[in-house]
Structure formats: structure tokens, C-alpha cells
């Protein structure tokens, strides 16, 4: 009872700090610029962290995050700019943003289901395939649909989201995915990605639970997309590239495999790392490809591996620090008197 | 033009097209066959050839055929290369990790192209090398010279390679190592010197492939890897991966099914016909057309 009310709190506190952030924005104390790359900080964040439970958790590789953000965003983009189309009209302002946002999760959601099945029943690579090709069709098709702008995009959308609703929107995605992944759902996923067929032998049904995994994944990368089309206030079919999803993939691989606060990080920091080397742009993707090939080449769980970052490893690490530390100055010492 | 003609004119549009993604089948499945691993980068490999082709003629004024052979051997140390310096150490890593350098050279291998001087953004014509000719072999079915080429050199480069396969010491290494790594090593063969081979066999056979689509084509771009790549790779699945005769029949039936698709009026969902075929082999019969059940060992 204890750690519950515990939780809570924390959860309290976070929203608190969120919106007293949101509260400076809007009183102008923190610069347009700045507010406007945090958002897009928590939207990554809400990438990162459910593209995680993939590729980290599940051990699985998915290629095709941004065409599930694509999905979302087109989705909830239809729906808030035509005002009687799905929803009904009573749904106006922020709750039909609201709505809409579930609505495009829900979409990815099902796209997720209808990509994931068949290439999750099998053992081996083809997910990433198949995900890599979805991206790409799901590109062309936008291209070709008149009714949502083709190559020239959606505009005119309404500003609906705020900082505050993108650090909603992650602080519901962590704890949903933390939650899943602590559960016994959770181990399951794990169990698969540590050994599939010793899984499969222990009775855990494995395409379901990768299936479920990724059914969830692509549902808050639907919401993201929303996040990001309402911040932007339009979509193209150049907004979700494959691009985007390498940059959520070495989101996932800097903050570590299965680590959920490493994710977190990797996408604050990159999300920086790319405004402040705008000046850099063309040899951005240069610098992406080769961390990702440096980081599975030396650190093949990422750099923080499936840890997650809190106090008490800060605290452990110390303690190993300070214990080599010692080890190495007795040894000096024996060394000396030797 | 009866519907005779119209299915006689597709069927040769597929098949030529078809073998350039045969050609670029045949890398990823023989690369599957060996070391298990998805080579993201095989469809920049094809690109990267196309433009060593298209620079040796252009600026080292080679004729299409030496252009066409350096491209190959320049390929080959690339593939060999990139085996050597990002799969190698990776062989025993989590699979994932290998895929994630697979795709990490793959984007790498775009955006240097991306950033160099010579290649640019934008697309460059590939010059006509030879006079274009066009043959009517029946009223209303015709076929261009280049088509032609582009057929005959795809046929024997797959007979050659199967001589490779079948005929040789190397090649029979390669089964070998392909069938048991370790049962391949106990028997004296050199598994890291065959794997190597393997990538340099296949990363030759994509840069013909390069080099012929862009003279067919007319154009060589930055991005030109990507589609093809991911089309030659659906081929690959649909003859079974890691079986060499199934990624030829498997790039041959794509290209047709793509040529019929798109004269049947739906040009522009082309591209998605090979991932539709891609998600429905994958329901039907994942191990391909040509492919065994095999069970998995422990």
C-alpha cells in the first residue's frame, strides 16, 4: 500500500513539474525556441520508449516506427480538421483533439496488428523487412491521396498540443509500458528475447506476446504522430521517413535495450544533439549510421545495456568504483613493497 | 493490341526486369544461406555499383563492359570489406545487433553518397552507351536492344555463378559452410575465408545488377538501392531464402507480377506489389516456394 501511494505521489509531483513548465511557457519565462524542442523532446521520448518495448524488450527489430507515427498523425489529422468526418461534431476544440489522438493510436494500433502478424508468427528477421517495406508503401500511398494533400502535405491544422500534453502523453506511455513490462506479460517478452525456443519450450505462447508487444508499441507511436501533427500543425509524407525511424532506433540503441530511462535520455539528448547541430545537417546522417554501427560493434546491448538508470545504481557504481579504486591502491602498495 | 500481345509484352517487360532483381536476390539469399544475416547494405552495394560503373565511363571513358567489370571487382573488396570490418565481429553478437549494423552501413553508405561531391542529390543520366534498338518480334511486341543486354548478361552471370557453386572447391566450401558451420570448420575449411567469398561473389553479382538497371533505366541516384533492395530481398523470400535456384525464379515471377500490375493500370501501386506478395507468402508458405520445413535446433 505503502509503494502504491508512493507511486502516486511521484506521479503527482512529475504532472506538477510538468505543468509549472508549461505554466513558465505560456508566461513567456522560457524562450519560444526552447519550448517548442521540448515538446518535441517528449514526443521522442513517447517514440523512443515504445519503440523500446520492441527492439529492447522484445528483442525483436521493428524499421518502421515513423510509419506508424504517419499513420497516427494522418489519422487524428483527418478527424480534427474536418469537423463532422468520423467523429461527430458535438466533439469540438481539445476533446476532439483528445479523441482524435486515441483514434490515431487506435489506427496504428490495428496497422500494427495487420504488418505484425504475419511477419511476428515466424522466427528470424523478416519484421524488419516487412516493417522496412511498410514504411515505404505507407509513404507512397500518402503520396497519392489526394484528399489528405499528397506530396505537398496536410496543413492548416489547429495548434492543439502544448508541452504539457506531450509530457502527458510520455509520462502515460512510460508508466503504461514500465507496468507491461514488470508484469508477467512483461517476463514473457523478455523470456523471448533472451531465448525464443527455450521460451517456446516453457509453454509461453511467443507470437502472441510479440504480437501484444507490438500492438502496444505501435499504438503510442500512433499517439506521437498526433502530438507531432498538431505541433507542427501539418503532415507530409516527407514529415515520417525512414529516416525518422533510425533516429528512433539509435534513440533505443544509445539508451540501451530494454533500458527504459536510458531510451528517455538518448531521446532528450539526441533531440538536442540535433538542434544544435543544425549547421551540420547534410552530414547528420553520417554521424547517426556510424554511432549505431560503433555502438552495436562495442556495446552490442547499447550503452547503458538493459539497466535502468536510478539512484541506487548510481550508488552501486560508486561503491565499484571506490572498491577498484581500493583494490588498485593495495595492489600499488603490495607492488611497492614487492 | 489484342490481350495476346499485352500479355506477351509484359511477360518479356518482367522477366528482363525480373533478372536485375534475380542478380540482386542471389546476394541476400546466398548471404542468408551462410551467416543468417539480412544485408541491409546489399541495396547500396547495387548503387554504389551503378555509380562506379557510371563513373568509369563517364570520367575514365571505359566501354560498357570494363566499366561493368570494375564495378563488379570494386564491389567485391567493398562487400569483403564490410563483412571483415562490421559483420565479422558481430557473428556471434544477438542477431539483432548484426541487423542493426546491416541497416546502420545502409544508411551510411546513402548519406556519404548523399554528401559527396561527385554524387549528389540530385540524379544523373547514365549515358546510352550503346544505340538504342528497338526489335518487333511479333506485331505490337517489341523489345530494346538494351533489354536484350540486360537479359543475356543477367542469364550468364547466374550460370556462371552456378558453375561457381557447383563446380568448384570454393563453392563447395560454401554448401558446406552453409549446410554446418562447425561440422565445415572440423573438416578443414576455411569458414572465415569462404564467408568472405560469399560477400564478394554476392556484392559482384548486385553491382552488374546496378550497372544494368541504371543503363536501362537511364539514371543513377543516391537512391536508387533502396526500392530494388527491398524488392530483390521480397524475391529472395518468395524462392525460399538461402536457396540459390529460388532467389532467380523468385526475381523472375516478382518482376513479371510487378510489369502486370502495372499495366493493368496500377502504375502507381507498383511498389506495393512486392510487399503485398511479400506479407502473403509470408501467410502462406514463410519458407517460400522452393523452401523445406526445417526444424529448428537446439
Known amino acids: ?338 | 493490341m489484342t490481350i495476346t500481345q499485352q500479355i506477351l509484352q509484359q511477360l518479356i517487360n518482367g522477366i528482363s526486369l525480373g533478372s536485375v532483381y534475380a542478380l540482386m536476390a542471389l546476394g541476400y539469399t546466398m548471404v542468408y544461406g551462410i551467416i543468417k544475416l539480412i544485408n541491409f547494405a546489399h541495396g547500396e552495394v547495387f548503387m554504389i555499383g551503378a555509380f562506379v560503373g557510371f563513373f568509369s565511363i563517364t570520367k575514365l571513358d571505359m566501354g560498357f563492359f570494363p566499366a561493368m567489370f570494375t564495378a563488379m571487382i570494386f564491389c567485391a573488396i567493398l562487400g569483403v570489406l564490410m563483412e571483415r570490418l562490421a559483420y565479422k565481429p558481430l557473428r556471434n553478437a544477438h542477431r539483432v545487433a548484426a541487423l542493426m549494423t546491416a541497416v546502420g552501413l545502409s544508411m551510411l553508405f546513402q548519406n556519404l553518397a548523399l554528401a559527396h561531391s561527385w554524387i549528389g542529390a540530385s540524379a544523373k543520366g547514365f549515358p546510352q552507351v550503346f544505340p538504342l534498338r528497338k526489335f518487333e518480334l511479333m506485331e505490337n511486341v517489341t523489345i530494346s536492344s538494351d533489354r536484350i543486354l540486360m537479359l543475356v548478361i543477367a542469364i550468364f552471370l547466374m550460370i556462371a555463378l552456378q558453375f561457381i557453386v557447383h563446380k568448384t572447391l570454393m563453392g563447395k566450401a560454401m554448401r558446406a559452410v552453409s549446410l554446418d558451420k562447425d561440422a565445415a570448420r572440423l573438416m578443414g575449411i576455411n569458414v572465415d575465408k569462404t564467408i568472405s567469398f560469399t560477400f564478394a561473389l554476392g556484392s559482384s553479382l548486385a553491382a552488374a545488377a546496378g550497372v544494368l538497371f541504371a543503363l536501362n533505366y537511364g539514371i543513377v541516384v543516391y537512391q536508387m538501392g533502396l526500392l530494388p533492395g527491398l524488392k530483390a530481398f521480397v524475391a529472395a523470400v518468395l524462392g525460399g531464402i538461402g536457396i540459390i535456384p529460388g532467389a532467380m525464379v523468385g526475381g523472375l515471377l516478382l518482376g513479371v507480377t510487378e510489369s502486370a500490375v502495372s499495366a493493368a493500370g496500377g502504375s502507381m501501386f507498383r511498389d506495393a506489389v512486392a510487399f503485398a506478395a511479400l506479407i502473403i507468402m509470408l501467410l502462406v508458405k514463410p519458407t517460400g516456394l522452393f523452401g523445406k520445413n526445417v526444424r529448428e535446433k537446439v
Open chain 1, 1 to 338: 500500500m505503502a509503494k502504491r501511494f508512493s507511486a502516486i505521489l511521484q506521479l503527482v509531483l512529475l504532472l506538477a513539474v510538468g505543468y509549472a513548465i508549461q505554466m513558465a511557457m505560456d508566461a513567456e519565462l522560457i524562450n519560444r525556441y526552447y519550448a517548442h524542442v521540448m515538446t518535441i523532446m517528449a514526443i521522442f521520448v513517447v517514440g523512443a520508449v515504445s519503440l523500446n518495448l520492441i527492439n529492447g524488450i522484445c528483442g525483436q527489430f521493428s524499421l518502421g516506427h515513423a510509419g506508424f507515427m504517419a499513420v497516427g498523425a494522418y489519422t487524428a489529422a483527418i478527424i480534427t480538421k474536418n469537423p463532422d468526418l468520423i467523429l461527430p461534431a458535438i466533439f469540438t476544440g481539445n476533446i476532439r483533439f483528445i479523441l482524435a489522438t486515441l483514434l490515431g493510436g487506435m489506427m496504428a494500433a490495428l496497422v500494427g496488428f495487420m504488418v505484425g502478424l504475419p511477419s511476428l508468427r515466424l522466427r528470424g528477421d523478416y519484421l524488419a523487412i516487412v516493417t522496412l517495406g511498410f514504411g515505404e508503401i505507407i509513404r507512397i500511398l500518402l503520396l497519392n491521396w489526394d484528399f489528405v494533400g499528397g506530396a505537398s502535405g496536410y496543413f492548416g491544422l489547429a495548434r492543439h498540443t502544448n508541452f504539457f500534453a506531450a509530457f502527458l502523453l510520455s509520462i502515460i506511455t512510460i508508466t503504461i509500458i514500465r507496468n507491461f513490462i514488470q508484469s508477467s506479460h512483461g517476463r514473457a517478452c523478455i523470456s523471448i528475447r533472451e531465448d525464443e525456443i527455450a521460451a517456446e519450450t516453457m509453454g509461453v505462447p511467443t507470437t502472441r506476446y510479440k504480437v501484444i508487444a507490438f500492438v502496444i508499441a505501435s499504438f503510442f507511436a500512433g499517439t506521437a504522430g498526433s502530438m507531432m501533427a498538431h505541433l507542427t500543425q501539418m503532415v507530409t509524407p516527407a514529415s515520417f521517413t525512414f529516416i525518422l525511424s533510425i533516429e528512433l532506433l539509435l534513440m533505443v540503441v544509445l539508451g540501451g535495450l530494454g533500458s527504459i530511462s536510458g531510451s528517455i535520455g538518448a531521446a532528450i539528448f539526441l533531440t538536442y544533439a540535433a538542434e544544435a547541430l543544425r549547421a551540420f545537417r547534410a552530414y547528420r546522417m553520417i554521424l547517426y549510421s556510424l554511432l549505431l554501427i560503433f555502438i552495436m560493434l562495442f556495446r552490442p546491448k547499447g550503452l547503458l545495456g538493459n539497466q535502468e538508470l536510478s539512484l541506487s545504481l548510481l550508488r552501486e557504481s560508486f561503491k565499484n568504483l571506490r572498491a577498484r579504486w581500493r583494490r588498485k591502491k593495495k595492489d600499488g602498495i603490495t607492488a611497492a613493497a614487492e
